[in-house]
C-alpha cells in the first residue's frame, strides 16, 4: 500500500501525488474528536477547518507522508498555520492560490503546481517524471469522463441510490486511489435499472457534503438530486485538459481554475459570475429547485449567497438555503425545511 | 447625507483649528484631512475608486484617481453611530448577522444608495477573503469593472514578480477608464511623498517607544492602516510631520498622561470603532495603549525607478498578508520594542482572518511572556455589546497585571 498525503483542499491535484507514488488522503471533517481546534484558533471559524484540525489534534489520522495545504481562504490558511503547532513533524508545503482567473494568475499557479509536484517526488525520493504525470492524469481523466457520465444519467431521471453511490465513488478518489474510484465507477452503477417517479428534481450546491448517507437523505425526503455542486463531488474530479498547453502544469492550472470555480475565486470579467452558473446548472440538469448547503461561517460561500438568490428569483427557481457544520446532526434538523420545499416544489 | 457629514465635519474641523492657529494638534489635522477625502469621495467630480486594505493608494493617486478601502466607511458608520440602519438593510438581503460587520455595514450602505457610486472597484485579496468578497458584491452591484490584486502569502521572488506584473496591468485598467496614461514623473512624486512619509512614521513610532510614551489610548488609533491613504500626498507628509512635533512636545512638556503611566500596552489588530469608553476606562487605571499592531512600517522605501516591484514587496510585507508565524514574529518584536507589560486583542466576531489565529497569538505572546487578554466583542457593531463584562474582564486584567 502506497505512503498517503494528506490535503484538505479541492484545488488540490491528486494526479501529482499519485505520480510521486503516494496515494491521497483527503482529510474529511468527519471524527469523534473532540472539539479543541478553537483552542489555537476561533471557535467563530469554519466548521470543515475546526474539525479537521481536531482530527490532527487527537492524532485521528493515519500515517502521512506530508501535508499539502492550499490558501484557499482564510480558514484554509488557518488551518495550514496551526498545523505547525498540532503536527509539528509533518512535512507541509502551502500552495498560494491566485483569487481571479488571468493569465498572470494562470501562470502563477502552474509554477506553484510545478513546485507541489517537485516537492511530491523528492518527498518520496523518487525522479521527477513528467510522464508519470501524465499517466496519473489520463486515469484522472477517465474517472472524471464517468464521473459526468453519472451525473448525466442523474439529470435526465431519478435512479434511487444513485446520488449515494456517486458520492462513494468520489470519496474513494479522495481518500484511496483514483483507479478503485474508477473501477467502482464501473461496477457500481447498474446500467440496466430502471428509473423511478415521483421525486423532486433538485440542484443542490455549496461548499462541502461529502457524507453518502447525506444523499440518502434527501431521497429519504422527497429529493432527486439531479446534479450537485460541491467541493466533495464532481467539482473535486476536475478532469484537466492536457491540449490546453505545452507545459503541463499550466494545463493544470488552467483546468483547475476555470472549471466551475469555489465561491473565492471568481472571474474578474463578470463579477457574480458564480450565481449565473449556479441558474444554468440548474437548469441544464433539469432541476426545478435549488437547495443551497454552506458550513457555518464560510465567508465565500454566505458573501455570495444574496446575488445568488436574486439570480434565482429572477429566473422563477425556487431556493432552499440551509447553513450548519459537516455533521450528519445537522442535516436531520434540516428535514422539516427539505419536506417542505420539495411539496412546495410539487411533484 | 454623506457629502453632508464630510462637509460639517471639514468645517468644524477648521474652524476649531483656526481657533487655536499655533497649536499642534495633529489628530484634529489628521481627521481634517480623512474628512476632506470622504468629502472628495462623495463629491461626483473625482475618479473614485473602491479598494481592499491594501491597494496602492499613492500609485491610484498618482493617476489621478480618489481611492479609499471600504471597510474605512464601515469604520466611519459604526463611530458615528448610523451603522444599526444599514446592518439591517445588509441582513435583510440575506447578508450573515455571523459575518464582518465592517462589510456587513458597507454592504448595508451600498444597497441603501448611500456610497458614491465607483468608476471601477480595484480589489485585494489580503487581508481577508470576507473583504474580497464584499468588494465583489460592490462590482456585481453597481455593474462596474472590478479589478483583482491578487496578494500572494509566501515572500518568493515568484510571488514578487506575480505581484509587480499585475500592478503593472492595473495600471493599464485604470489608464483605460480614466482615459489618463501614468506619469512617471507624478508616480516618482508620489512615491517620493510615501518614503518621506514612511521616514516620518518611523520617528513617531520610536517616540512612543519612549518610557514614559508621549501617547494617550486616542492618538495613534487605527493610525497605521488609514494613513496609508494619505501617504503619497504632501497633506500626508504634513500630517506625519504633525505627529511627530504633537510626540516631542508631549515629551519635552512631559504631558500628565504621560506621567500616569503604570502599565504598557499593546492592541492587536484593528480599535473599537463605536463609542465605548475603554480608553478612558484604560487611563483611569493607568494602562497606556504604547503600541497597535498595525502601527508599523514593514516595507523598504520605495524605489523610483522600480517602483512596481516595490509596492508588490510592500504589500506582501504587510504581517496579515504572510502567515500567522510572520504575524506572531512582528508581535513579538513590537512586544519587545515597546517594552509592553500586556496586550489587549479585540477578537472581532466576523473575522476569520486576525481572529482566526486567537489560539495561536495567545501562545505567541506567552512564549515571550507577555499575558494577553482576549476580549470576544465585535468591533463594529454594538448591538451586541456586553459593556459590563468586558469592562469586567479588563479591570481583572490589569489588576493582574499591576
Given at each position: 500500500m502506497n505512503k498517503k498525503i494528506g490535503f484538505t483542499c479541492?484545488?488540490?491535484?491528486v494526479p501529482l501525488i499519485e505520480a510521486a507514488g503516494f496515494s491521497p488522503f483527503r482529510?474529511?471533517?468527519?471524527?469523534?474528536?473532540?472539539?479543541?481546534a478553537g483552542h489555537l484558533l476561533?471557535?467563530?471559524?469554519?466548521p470543515h477547518v475546526k474539525k479537521v484540525l481536531d482530527r490532527a489534534l487527537e492524532d485521528?489520522?493515519?500515517?502521512?507522508e506530508g501535508m499539502i495545504f492550499i490558501n484557499s481562504c482564510d480558514s484554509m490558511r488557518r488551518l495550514a498555520d496551526a498545523w505547525h503547532e498540532a503536527r509539528p513533524d509533518d512535512p507541509i508545503i502551502l500552495l498560494d492560490l491566485p483569487s481571479g482567473i488571468n493569465s498572470l494568475s494562470l501562470d502563477f499557479l502552474s509554477k506553484e503546481y510545478e513546485r507541489l509536484a517537485k516537492t511530491l517526488f523528492k518527498w518520496n525520493n523518487e525522479s521527477f517524471s513528467t510522464k508519470k504525470i501524465k499517466d496519473t492524469i489520463a486515469r484522472w481523466n477517465l474517472l472524471a469522463a464517468s464521473v459526468k457520465k453519472i451525473e448525466k444519467k442523474m439529470s435526465r431521471n431519478y435512479f434511487p441510490g444513485i446520488a449515494s453511490k456517486l458520492q462513494q465513488i468520489i470519496n474513494t478518489a479522495a481518500t484511496d486511489s483514483t483507479d478503485k474510484a474508477l473501477l467502482m465507477a464501473q461496477h457500481k452503477i447498474d446500467p440496466e435499472e430502471s428509473p423511478k417517479g415521483g421525486q423532486s428534481p433538485v440542484f443542490v450546491f455549496g461548499n462541502l457534503l461529502f457524507d453518502p448517507k447525506v444523499y440518502d437523505l434527501f431521497e429519504k425526503w422527497n429529493?432527486?438530486?439531479?446534479a450537485s455542486d460541491f467541493c466533495t463531488t464532481s467539482r473535486f474530479v476536475t478532469p484537466v485538459d492536457?491540449?490546453?498547453?505545452?507545459n503541463i502544469f499550466r494545463s493544470l492550472a488552467s483546468s483547475y481554475m476555470e472549471q466551475?470555480?469555489?465561491?473565492?475565486?471568481?472571474?474578474t470579467t463578470k463579477p457574480g459570475s458564480i450565481a449565473q452558473k449556479i441558474v444554468q446548472r440548474a437548469k441544464e440538469s433539469n432541476a426545478k429547485g435549488v437547495i443551497g448547503f454552506t458550513l457555518k461561517f464560510c465567508d465565500p460561500y454566505l458573501a455570495r449567497i444574496p446575488m445568488i438568490r436574486q439570480a434565482l428569483q429572477k429566473e422563477s427557481i425556487p431556493f432552499l438555503m440551509l447553513e450548519g457544520d459537516c455533521t450528519m446532526g445537522s442535516m436531520g434538523q434540516q428535514q422539516t425545511r427539505i419536506e417542505a420545499f420539495t411539496e412546495m416544489l410539487g411533484v | 447625507m454623506m457629502y453632508d457629514h464630510f462637509d460639517n465635519a471639514v468645517k468644524g474641523i477648521t474652524d476649531k483649528l483656526n481657533q487655536d492657529?499655533?497649536?499642534?494638534?495633529a489628530r484634529k489635522k489628521y481627521v481634517l484631512e480623512l474628512s476632506r477625502l470622504g468629502k472628495k469621495l462623495y463629491s461626483k467630480d473625482e475618479n473614485i475608486a473602491w479598494c481592499g486594505v491594501t491597494a496602492p493608494f499613492d500609485l491610484l493617486g498618482s493617476m489621478g484617481v480618489t481611492s479609499c478601502f471600504v471597510e474605512f466607511v464601515g469604520a466611519m458608520l459604526s463611530s458615528t453611530q448610523t451603522a444599526g440602519y444599514f446592518f439591517e438593510e445588509a441582513e435583510d438581503s440575506?447578508?450573515?448577522?455571523?459575518?464582518c460587520a465592517y462589510h456587513r455595514a458597507v454592504m448595508g450602505a451600498v444597497l441603501k444608495n448611500a456610497m458614491p457610486e465607483p468608476d471601477f472597484i480595484i480589489g485585494t485579496s489580503s487581508p481577508c477573503t470576507a473583504g474580497l468578497a464584499i468588494v465583489e458584491n460592490f462590482a456585481h452591484q453597481y455593474k462596474k469593472d472590478f479589478f483583482l490584486l491578487n496578494v500572494p502569502q509566501n515572500y518568493t521572488q515568484d510571488a514578487i514578480k506575480y505581484l509587480s506584473a499585475q500592478l503593472e496591468e492595473m495600471v493599464r485598467f485604470v489608464s483605460d477608464h480614466t482615459k489618463r496614461p501614468l506619469s512617471k514623473q507624478k508616480l516618482g512624486i508620489a512615491l517620493e511623498n510615501f518614503n518621506a512619509s514612511s521616514q516620518l512614521l518611523k520617528e513617531i513610532y520610536d517616540l512612543a517607544k519612549?518610557?514614559?510614551?508621549?501617547?494617550?489610548?486616542?492618538?495613534?488609533?487605527?493610525?497605521g492602516t488609514v494613513i496609508t491613504l494619505l501617504m503619497g500626498t504632501q497633506k500626508g507628509i504634513d500630517i506625519c510631520q504633525a505627529f511627530k512635533d504633537e510626540l516631542n512636545h508631549r515629551i519635552k512638556t512631559r504631558r500628565e498622561h504621560a506621567s500616569k503611566e503604570k502599565i504598557r500596552l499593546m492592541w492587536i489588530?484593528?480599535?473599537?470603532?463605536?463609542?465605548?469608553?475603554i480608553n478612558e476606562m484604560l487611563e483611569d487605571l493607568g494602562?497606556?495603549?504604547?503600541?497597535?499592531?498595525?502601527?508599523d512600517v514593514t516595507w523598504d522605501p520605495m524605489d523610483p525607478d522600480n517602483p512596481f516591484e516595490s509596492i508588490a514587496k510592500r504589500m506582501i510585507s504587510?504581517?496579515?498578508?504572510?502567515d500567522a508565524s510572520e504575524r506572531i514574529k512582528h508581535l513579538q518584536g513590537l512586544a519587545g520594542a515597546y517594552r509592553i507589560d500586556g496586550a489587549i486583542n479585540?477578537?472581532?466576531?466576523?473575522?476569520?482572518?486576525?481572529?482566526?489565529i486567537r489560539g495561536l497569538i495567545s501562545k505567541g505572546m506567552k512564549d515571550i511572556n507577555v499575558p494577553v487578554l482576549n476580549l470576544e466583542i465585535d468591533c463594529v457593531d454594538s448591538?451586541?455589546?456586553a459593556k459590563g463584562q468586558i469592562e469586567t474582564r479588563v479591570e481583572a486584567f490589569l489588576e493582574m497585571l499591576s
Open positions: 479541492a484545488y488540490t491535484p482529510i474529511f471533517p468527519e471524527s469523534k474528536a473532540p472539539d479543541q476561533h471557535d467563530n471559524l469554519c485521528d489520522l493515519p500515517e502521512l429529493v432527486h438530486v439531479t492536457i491540449t490546453a498547453d505545452d466551475t470555480p469555489c465561491a473565492r475565486t471568481m472571474d | 492657529p499655533h497649536g499642534i494638534n440575506g447578508f450573515a448577522t455571523d459575518s519612549t518610557n514614559p510614551s508621549p501617547v494617550d489610548n486616542n492618538i495613534l488609533k487605527d493610525f489588530q484593528n480599535r473599537i470603532q463605536y463609542p465605548f469608553p494602562a497606556v495603549i504604547v503600541v497597535d499592531e498595525l502601527n504587510i504581517p496579515f498578508s504572510m479585540p477578537c472581532h466576531w466576523g473575522c476569520r482572518q486576525g481572529t482566526g448591538r451586541n455589546l
